[in-house]
């Protein structure tokens, strides 16, 4: 009896050009983002941006499906040339197994390239610059976090910001009442 589905000489039933072309197709798919820490855009200036993977236990992924994540007070820290995600709420939920104590602020494991790491502990060091996390978001199927490498913000400069989200919202609510 013959087969009517077609077969590569490997006897996989896709060709490898097939596969690989899905597999690009869903990593050109934008990020979900999970949650935001606005506080860090307030508070920090922006250098630089890094995109880590999140080392993360079963019910902490479902709980963050179900979107049970505060990120507003985390911070990096490194620790022995690791990088480590503290103060980040991952609200347990009641459906979670009855064998695992789950722990709401567990310290988190940040996932990224040695020589990155690297990068990030000599500026740290020297520099004075901090780790801040920014965001939490999907990324084919796996949950990220990234961090930026950021400079603390002065008094008068938080008060430019707020003038300038001002001005931007007054500039919004004149050219909506001269569209009408």
Known sequence: MTSSIPTTPAGNHASRFDRKAAAKAASNTPPVRIADNKKALFNYHIEDRYEAGMVLQGWEVKAIR?????????????????????????????????????????????????????????????????????????????????????????EHDKRDTVKEREGKREVERTLKIHRR
């Open 66 to 154: 179900l979107g049970k994540v505060q990120l507003t007070d985390g911070y990096v820290v490194i620790r022995e040339g690791e990088l480590f995600l503290i103060g980040c709420q991952i609200n347990p939920i009641r459906t979670t197994s009855t064998h695992v104590t789950a722990e709401a602020a567990r310290t988190k494991k940040l996932l990224l390239n040695r020589d990155e790491i690297r990068r990030l502990i000599g500026k740290v060091e020297q520099k004075g610059f901090t780790l801040v996390p920014l965001n939490l978001h999907w990324k084919n199927g796996r949950v990220k976090c990234e961090i930026a490498l950021a400079k603390g913000k002065a």
